[in-house]
């Protein structure tokens, strides 16, 4: 039990963070998926924040399959971006993060679009789609970077503290 106590911990995270009071998409769930996807084991990376999200979605309801497909997959590609950026340092983090969180906004508003009923199916209805969503995007951006802040420097510093522990121990 011990060894999957993190991982409940990140579901929990990222379920709360969507069913507590919140700014529109100021969620965890995009930098558990980063999270996930540098330090856990490919098997349980993706599987994570998918039920997380899953989990969250029961409570809160299920909407348009075609678009809740897309969200999901672009939570799968954060994970994918987290594990371009195991072994590498904070400035690779960052930018992975800031190109997932874009990547999450252009899918997610192109399915809107495109599955949609908000916006006319023209170029000018997909262009009105993103500039609608660019107050959410900012929010998941910050998000993003700020539960990864806290995600990955907070592991990072417990390594480093560990580490530093057992060499003071030694000595």
Not at 24 to 40: E, K, M, S
Not at 70 to 85: D, K, S
Not at 136 to 145: C, I, Q, T, V
């Amino acid at each position: 039990m011990k060894k999957y106590l993190p991982i409940l911990l990140l579901i929990i995270l990222g379920i709360s963070t969507r069913l507590l009071p919140h700014l529109p998409n100021f969620t965890a769930i995009g930098a558990v998926a980063i999270f996930a996807g540098r330090y856990l084991p490919k098997r349980y990376a993706v599987i994570l924040p998918l039920m997380a999200m899953f989990l969250s979605d029961i409570i809160i309801g299920f909407y348009s399959i075609s678009i809740m497909i897309a969200v999901y997959a672009g939570f799968a590609v954060m994970v994918y971006l987290g594990q371009r950026t195991q072994n590498t340092g904070w400035k690779t983090v960052a930018t992975n993060t800031v190109v997932g969180s874009l990547i999450f906004y252009l899918l997610s508003n192109w399915a809107v679009w495109a599955f949609g009923t908000m916006y006319p199916h023209t170029l000018a209805g997909l262009s009105l789609s993103y500039f609608m969503g660019l107050p959410f995007f900012r929010n998941s951006l910050l998000a993003d970077m700020f539960y990864t802040a806290v995600l990955v420097g907070g592991y990072e510093m417990s390594l480093a503290l560990l580490q530093n522990n057992k060499i003071t121990k030694t000595i």
